[in-house]
DNA sequence: ATTCAGGTGCGAG
DNA sequence: CTCGCACCTGAA
């Protein structure tokens, strides 16, 4: 494979695949939209963590770069996992018939939905409650530091669930959890214990399923959608943040407000199973590229 | 020193 | 069901 332009380079060992791309697809749009928080940019792609390996993405005309896997098997999963089976060409086509998401649709184009491991997707987002995205970062870099497996000099998997649940409220609390502390070590325990059954919940419909999370401590209407959609692909979820909520009571409500309950319910009977994706362009658009860090910080609220 | 940040749990009307 | 409020903690 020598498809790579001049100047990318990967330091990881193992020679690199080629992940074809049906367009729209946006790797960077689509790792950057909330979904995830564990990929690190590195350069003009990113690495992370899967599977137990050390990876590295980068997307280019050709298709997605993949450093870092070896087996036809894995590249399968991670092709899986990046969300590349489903038909964004037709969904977008459908998406850009609502008024609102037409006039955007051509910024955020190419965002896809994850289909994330279901327990790391769970405690990223009980981690992300009333929380801000450089500390979620920070706690998540630090659980897999302090409690998951080294996978190479610099990279450290997700802890499984028996690992969080042996941890001690005080080496939790290390991690700048905070008082989401206590709630990641139940919860922990609760899917150590078998109490609740993630995997079961794939096949399970979208109420039931969120029925099931919604018993967890620590996971509201909020976080069961964002697991529901980033991990379990169930496309009725449409989660709901302060920054949705905003965007669909300014342009779907008149500037009127709703609960966040009556927004969710409103985005399902419009949107039925895209209603995720919905979900996904809004948030990117409202919310905007800013890079983390310092830049960005616009105050403008009504717009 | 104060303020803020991608919700949740809880009590009350 | 809706509303109001407290809440760990790092960074600005």
């Not at 990967?10 to 990929?39: A, E, K, N």
């Not at 409650?129 to 970062?137: L, Y």
């Not at 964002?226 to 169930?234: D, I, M, P, Q, W």
């Amino acid at each position: 494979m020598a498809l790579l332009s001049a100047g990318d380079r990967s330091d990881l060992p193992g020679d690199h695949v080629l992940l074809p791309t049906p367009p729209p697809y946006h790797l960077g749009r689509t790792l950057q939209c909330g979904q995830v928080f564990r990929w690190q940019v590195d350069g003009t792609g990113v690495r992370g963590v899967f599977l137990g390996r050390r990876v590295r993405l980068q997307q280019t005309p050709e298709g997605i770069v993949v450093w870092g896997l070896a087996a036809d098997r894995e590249v399968q999963q991670l092709r899986h996992y990046l969300g590349l089976d489903a038909p964004l060409d037709a969904i977008e086509q459908r998406l850009a018939q609502d008024p609102v998401l037409g006039r955007l649709i051509a910024q955020t184009s190419g965002i896809a939905l994850l289909r994330q491991d279901p327990w790391e997707c769970l405690i990223s987002f009980i981690v992300s409650a009333f929380n801000n995205i450089p500390k979620i970062e920070l706690s998540l870099d630090r659980l897999a530091r302090r409690f998951g497996p080294q996978v190479a000099a610099d990279a450290w998997g997700f802890p499984t669930p028996a690992l969080l649940a042996a941890a001690s409220l005080r080496a939790l609390r290390a991690c700048a959890l905070g008082y989401r502390a206590p709630y990641v070590r139940d919860v922990a325990t609760l899917v150590t214990q078998g109490q609740v059954d993630l995997d079961a919940l794939r096949s399970a419909e979208y109420d039931a399923a969120r029925r099931a999370l919604l018993a967890l401590p620590g996971v509201g209407a909020k976080v069961a959608d964002c697991v529901l959609l980033f991990a379990y692909g169930k496309g009725e979820a449409f989660p709901v943040d302060v920054w949705v909520k905003r965007a669909v009571e300014r342009w779907y409500f008149r500037g009127r407000r709703r609960t966040e309950r009556r927004i969710g319910e409103f985005a399902r009977s419009r949107f039925g199973p895209l209603a995720g994706y919905a979900q996904q362009h809004l948030f990117y658009f409202v919310r905007g590229t800013r890079p983390r860090g310092r830049a960005g910080r616009r105050k403008g609220r009504a717009g």
